[in-house]
C-alpha cells in the first residue's frame, strides 16, 4: 500500500489546504513539461497526482486513513463529528467497503479489533442506548458481523459481548451474532486442526508408497 502522506511530504493530521500547497509545489517540480524525456520523473508526478486525488477528497481520504492504519502504517485520524446513530452506520458500512478490497493477509488483527472497539465504545453505545433506533442498530450489527469474519475467532469476546449490548434482547439480531460467533470458532478448531489430518495423510501416503515399492 502506497504512503500518500509520503508521496506528498505531509503528515497525516495534515489539513486540506497544506495539502493542497503541498502538491502544487511537487507537482511544478516534476511536471513532465519541466523533465522532458525523464521516465523517473514522470512516473513520480503520476503517483503525485494519485496521491493528491485521495487526499484531497475527505470520503476517499478517510477510507484510504482506515485502510492505512488497518495495515499498521500509522495511528487512527480522528475526526470530530458528532456521533450519531447515522454516523455509526456509515462508518461500520465503510469499514466493510474498505475491507472488501483488502489482502486479509497483509492486514493487522489486532488494529481490526482495537477499529471495531473504538466504534462500539462506551460512549458510542450510550449514544446508541439513548436514541434506540432498532433499524440503525440492526444494521451496525450486520455490518459489523461481516467486518469481524476477517478476524480470528479469539479475538472475537469483547466485540461479541458489545454487539449484543447493542442488540437489546432482539431475537434476530441475537441469532446472527450467535450464529456468526459459533460458525468463526468452529472454523478456528477445523484450522488448528487441519495441519495434523494433512500430516497423517501425507504420512499414509508415504508408508503406502514405501510398502507397494516394497512388495514389487
Same mark, same amino acid.
Given at each position: 500500500?502506497?504512503?500518500?502522506?509520503? @508521496?506528498?511530504?505531509?503528515? %497525516?493530521?495534515?489539513?486540506?489546504?497544506?495539502?493542497?500547497? #503541498?502538491?502544487?509545489?511537487?507537482?511544478?517540480?516534476?511536471? %513532465?513539461?519541466?523533465?522532458?524525456?525523464?521516465?523517473?520523473?514522470? +512516473?513520480?508526478?503520476?503517483?503525485?497526482?494519485?496521491?493528491?486525488?485521495? *487526499? +484531497?477528497?475527505?470520503?476517499?481520504?478517510?477510507?484510504?486513513?482506515?485502510?492505512?492504519?488497518?495495515?499498521?502504517?500509522?495511528?487512527?485520524?480522528?475526526?470530530?463529528?458528532?456521533?450519531? %446513530?447515522?454516523?455509526?452506520?456509515?462508518?461500520?458500512?465503510?469499514?466493510? #467497503?474498505? *475491507?472488501?478490497?483488502?489482502?486479509?493477509?497483509?492486514?493487522?488483527?489486532?488494529?481490526?479489533?482495537?477499529?471495531?472497539?473504538?466504534?462500539?465504545?462506551?460512549? $458510542?453505545?450510550?449514544?446508541?442506548?439513548?436514541?434506540?433506533?432498532?433499524? &440503525?442498530?440492526? @444494521? @451496525?450489527?450486520?455490518?459489523? @458481523?461481516?467486518?469481524? !469474519?476477517? *478476524?480470528?475467532?479469539?479475538?472475537?469476546?469483547?466485540? !461479541?459481548?458489545? =454487539? /449484543? /449490548?447493542?442488540?437489546?434482547?432482539?431475537?434476530?439480531? =441475537?441469532? +446472527?451474532?450467535? !450464529? $456468526?460467533?459459533?460458525?468463526?470458532?468452529? !472454523?478456528?478448531?477445523?484450522?488448528?486442526?487441519? %495441519?495434523?489430518?494433512?500430516?497423517?495423510?501425507?504420512? &499414509?501416503?508415504?508408508?503406502?508408497?514405501?510398502?507397494?515399492?516394497?512388495?514389487?
Amino acid at each position: 500500500m502506497k504512503d500518500y502522506y509520503k @508521496i506528498l511530504g505531509v503528515t %497525516p493530521s495534515a489539513s486540506a489546504a497544506e495539502i493542497k500547497k #503541498a502538491y502544487r509545489a511537487l507537482a511544478f517540480k516534476y511536471h %513532465p513539461d519541466k523533465n522532458p524525456e525523464n521516465s523517473l520523473s514522470e +512516473a513520480h508526478f503520476k503517483e503525485i497526482q494519485e496521491a493528491y486525488s485521495t *487526499l +484531497a477528497d475527505s470520503t476517499k481520504r478517510r477510507r484510504y486513513d482506515d485502510e492505512r492504519w488497518l495495515m499498521g502504517m500509522g495511528a487512527k485520524t480522528q475526526y470530530k463529528e458528532a456521533v450519531t %446513530p447515522g454516523w455509526l452506520v456509515n462508518i461500520c458500512r465503510q469499514l466493510t #467497503a474498505s *475491507l472488501a478490497k483488502m489482502d486479509t493477509h497483509r492486514m493487522s488483527q489486532k488494529a481490526l479489533e482495537a477499529y471495531i472497539l473504538l466504534i462500539l465504545s462506551d460512549s $458510542h453505545l450510550g449514544v446508541l442506548e439513548q436514541a434506540a433506533d432498532k433499524e &440503525a442498530n440492526n @444494521i @451496525i450489527v450486520n455490518e459489523l @458481523i461481516k467486518a469481524t !469474519e476477517r *478476524l480470528h475467532a479469539n479475538h472475537l469476546e469483547e466485540i !461479541e459481548q458489545r =454487539l /449484543i /449490548i447493542i442488540a437489546n434482547g432482539d431475537v434476530d439480531m =441475537l441469532q +446472527a451474532i450467535d !450464529e $456468526h460467533v459459533e460458525a468463526r470458532v468452529r !472454523e478456528a478448531r477445523r484450522d488448528k486442526i487441519l %495441519p495434523y489430518i494433512i500430516g497423517i495423510i501425507t504420512l &499414509a501416503l508415504c508408508l503406502a508408497m514405501y510398502f507397494y515399492a516394497g512388495w514389487k
